[in-house]
């Protein structure tokens, strides 16, 4: 076995999830990346920070290098490195170890924490390999089939926070909590999406009648993104048509009951004598 | 090109929307009515508000300026002025520049922001041009397909909070926070919709035990206008089917190419002799 | 026209809404019970109670009057009278006045409230005339349809709440606000549905786990009545089976698209040489 | 009647439920069961405590013993002891009854309520022999066929959480309640449900941009719970017709009577010559 026939062996097991060894590298990664992301998740926390400090430093400088030996690998083996260290994949790949070594020099960590977190969409590249992603691009296309009407509705939604923000900023105001339209959109959302924190509440009478209007439209209007996505889910799950050519004109599909062809009017199946 | 040609023109690009000339026009009213807004809800933010009050309401100005204008134009280059300026779109158009005006004499912006807010039916207005307005006519038709089971719906949930609300006002009373019936109402209203802002609680046993009667209700009957307008909605999905009764077995939905029916197999429409 | 013929007429415009004065009849009495119910809101509001709270009584004294005189025009109409004074609507009749003349030996106003109302009742019973009817018994049929499901999803919730409250009680315990197991129930019907008020929430690490498990499967389980409710109102409307006899065995109803006869085979319209 | 005899009846009125003696002594010991779930459930008002404190303990007493004796009777008359008493419901069985006889030399009770809990468990199981089960595997079946669209939801959500919640603790701070990450998730999960407690609110004008994208993103993906579980139940709805594919024709859906394929008009099962 030559140096390029390794090569060859090693990208399919890093890029690609069809092999044994190929799967078994994607979730030892996936396992990694979520250790790391616990190991942040876990150094935010005050008590966790003060006594753990430096034990987690030295884990989150562990999954750098383990990810730079992995970014190494994948510039290795990569028929076309230039190219994929250009791709999304590649830039998340370089995003996951560049903020951990640039805390060692820097300890500002605060701000890097959000860049880490770009590490999380390898979950999604890894599930691809999973038995799940056919389920994933199911639903996916579910929505992109209703992607219209989903902008129609987020359009209507956002006019109505606008509208019912200004209003209630106008009838409460600023002595009750609502002190800027801004202010006064957030507290819609919130009251529209049927959230409720109760951080702004309506004191006036008229602000409780427009809240109590606001109410009965969100819970109302949720029917809307319910009823597009079922009705595109429950379409693509029926959508299954009669494959059968036509004996005579060769037109191959037909309602699912379809006794004749709808085209020429011969009878699709002969009859038995 | 006469004058007369030249308004016909104008007439096209301001009031229609089928030439580039009058998408154009459109798109760059809803930026300036969109800017517009922003300016408005900026405005009501107290810190900008305190540094840069005159600068927005110059800005402000220079709007209602461009709206004047474009209000002139329509009357302008309209066959029947009078027949547009007291429709429902002229009288939206006069009302967004008669408050601006107004402001320069009296400066009590505070109620004018109501009126101004109307400007934002623009939005649909524009939107109609777009090609979201068919999906929002599908998105109508079915919530109008529903109207009276929605008015029902509406009747009982109105009910159902009246009683609701009376109850808790006698159980819980004044001294926890239910100090009247229609704030038990409002009450009801939040509790139901399961929006709960949690400014007022019920305290008492049996109390908790209507709350959480309602919210059981509040949580269930959800289902309800979602289910009405998935249903309506599926119908109207499946509806995109030839709908030609066949003059032979009067089977009335067909494919959409159909010639022939898939039923009896006799063709749907007469050939001409 | 004599007297027993007034009788039948009057019986006619009281108890049935087929003549326009039945129905103008109930209109009105359905408008004069929303008022009294109005006037007993308002009077529930403390500054309107301390200004007006003679003339409220005045008006609702005349409500009673008006009531009363009604129920005796029922009781002189009707064929038996024995009947309908204990029948479920006779005795809301009743209840409707006893509290409005017993107000006026007793001030108690306060347990009355709950007694008027029952008058709210009518509400429903005026709406049995209304066209709206017809979508009611079909928003009812669909939900007497799915009563089974809707008891075993009912038991599951009352069972996970239950579960979930005395977890939470255990985990949070007294001094974290779930001061006794029925209180943490409370706070598990609260959460589940999506309500949230506030007014107790988890502080441990280990509460908020099993609160972010309540929440999801909260958000999740909605699905169910939605579910449940949506498939058999779609079921409902799809429900038009193709009513034609076959010609041959006089089978009456068949699949939508049916072209043979599914019970003898022959076939259910004749073919156009 | 000799003693094996005696012994088989009671077998089949303790373990089966298809006898009226068996489905009366499943009803009794629910009953029983619910019993002494209010007994432990009202032990911890602190009130009620403090006031019947040993009444209670001696009926939940009274309660152990009946569970002894049913425990004691099932292992005398199962047919194979050792299998029943490893068998789950063997175990829950076992585990009614320990917590009882310990809290009589260890008054810890707190600690055994959890354990009691588990006693829930038999509704489900005196449920099966309900003809309420039917609809409840209905249920289930519909969530089985949904379990690997439900999963990728799941994960879906996790991410969304906690990418969100990261974001907000970066954005807020521990200055504003975000006092960590895991808390920043929990906060997340809280706003996402739309359940939004209250206890934790955004109060940068940044972080109430992130909140509103939050309840937008968790008000329009309650969609997808929603739709995945309705197109299944529909489906499974639909699913009682006739699964037997046409000889002839192949069409695979028939009347759950039909004898002839409605398709072709060919005998869909062939006659015994």
Chains 1, 2, 3, 4 share one sequence.
Not at 83 to 91: E, P, Q
Not at 108 to 127: E, G, K, S
Not at 243 to 266: D, L, V, W, Y
Request: hydrophobic share 45%.
């Amino acid at each position: 076995m030559n140096n390029n026939d390794w090569r060859q062996r090693l990208y399919v097991m890093v890029f690609q999830a069809d092999t044994p060894a190929g799967r078994r590298f994607d979730t030892t990664l996936l396992l990694i990346i979520l250790c790391s992301l616990v190991v942040v998740i876990l150094d935010s926390i005050d008590s966790i920070h003060r006594d753990y400090a430096n034990l987690l430093a030295y884990i989150e400088w562990g999954f750098t290098f383990v990810f730079a030996v992995e970014y190494g690998l994948r510039l290795y083996c990569s028929p076309k490195p230039l190219r994929y260290a250009f791709s999304f994949y590649g830039l998340v790949d370089l995003l996951a170890i560049v903020p951990g070594i640039l805390a060692i020099y820097y300890s500002d960590a605060q701000y890097l924490l959000i860049i880490r977190i770009i590490r999380m969409l390898r979950i999604f590249r890894v599930l691809k390999l999973a038995p799940y992603l056919s389920q994933a691009n199911y639903l996916l296309s579910a929505l992109r089939g209703s992607k219209q009407k989903i902008i129609v509705f987020l359009v209507s939604v956002s006019t109505l926070v606008t509208v019912f923000g200004t209003l209630m900023y106008v009838v409460e105001g600023p002595e009750n909590g609502f002190t800027s339209i801004p202010v006064s959109i957030y507290w819609a959302i919130v009251t529209l999406t049927t959230v409720g924190f109760g951080d702004i509440v309506p004191k006036t009478p008229f602000g409780q009648i427009i809240s109590a209007m606001v109410m009965i439209t969100g819970y109302s209007i949720i029917a809307v993104p319910t009823g597009i996505f079922t009705a595109e889910l429950a379409n693509a799950m029926r959508g299954e048509q009669l494959k059968h050519p036509c004996p005579t004109c060769k037109k191959e599909r037909h309602e699912p009951s379809a006794a004749f062809c709808s085209r020429c009017g011969n009878a699709l199946f002969t009859k038995n004598a």
